[in-house]
């Protein structure tokens, strides 16, 4: 039975929280220029690793604590993540959460979770003038690289044998970890992704329903 063994690696802009919040930072704090870095990733002109250091250096490292105040009180997260987490921890099924965003806003959410959740996510270095990104797990030589923080290597680091691997997400920063799942339960881009690549996947909006669907997953990987 492949019951015990279910490795669960979500997604939080967008997935865990409702919206990406690192856009919403973005568009509060990063001056108009960003928007053209934004367009320009957008494009695959620019990778997201390049794009996403590009626009938080140019925001000065004075205003990091408005940041962390502001992404706190602006993310919302999606229904039933607590619930679903409840199933986890009754079923054994491991569960990671890898972020593309930042620990200031990803730690207060899993907070009351730590006894199931592992976490990997990016923090910012706010001691020169302007903000630099630290990247949490970058790209392993397996990648093509421009990850930021790598999904896939974190997947390879972190995947034990014989576990049915179950990817959680929302965005095109998905589509290498997707690849490399049993089962994907998807939303937004990811989903026209998973359907365009013929990836096993489910639709979800909340997590109710990622946690009712979860032994169809498991049973279909
Ligand atoms: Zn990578």
């Excluded at 030589?141 to 421009?146: L, M, S």
């Excluded at 639709?203 to 009712?212: H, L, M, V, W």
Aim: aromatic residues 10%; glycine residues 8%; hydrophobic residues 40%.
């Amino acid at each position: 039975m492949k019951h015990s063994q279910v490795a669960f690696y979500c997604d939080f802009d967008g997935t865990i929280a409702e919206r990406d919040m690192v856009g919403v930072i973005l568009r509060r704090f990063a001056p108009p220029e960003a928007e053209r870095i934004v367009a320009e990733v957008n494009a695959k002109r620019r990778t997201v690793k390049d794009g996403v250091e590009a626009m938080f250096g140019l925001i000065p490292s004075n205003v990091f604590p408005d940041m962390e105040q502001y992404a706190r009180e602006q993310t919302k997260l999606r229904p039933g993540f607590d619930a679903f987490v409840a199933l986890c921890r009754e079923k054994r099924w491991r569960l990671t959460v890898v972020s593309g965003g930042f620990d200031f806003f990803v730690y207060p959410v899993v907070a009351p979770y730590r006894d199931v959740v592992k976490v990997y996510c990016n923090s910012l270095d706010a001691t020169g003038a302007y903000l630099k990104v630290k990247w949490g797990v970058p790209c392993d030589t397996a990648c093509d690289g421009g990850c930021g923080l790598c999904k896939p290597t974190v997947i390879r680091k972190t995947l034990q044998a014989g576990e049915t691997l179950v990817v959680i997400g929302d965005g095109v920063t998905d589509v290498k970890q997707a690849k490399l799942a049993d089962f994907v339960f998807a939303r937004d881009k990811l989903l026209a992704e998973c359907k365009a690549l013929g990836l096993p996947h489910a639709k979800f909006e909340t997590f109710y329903d990622i946690a009712r669907h979860s032994y169809l997953a498991v049973e279909e990987a």
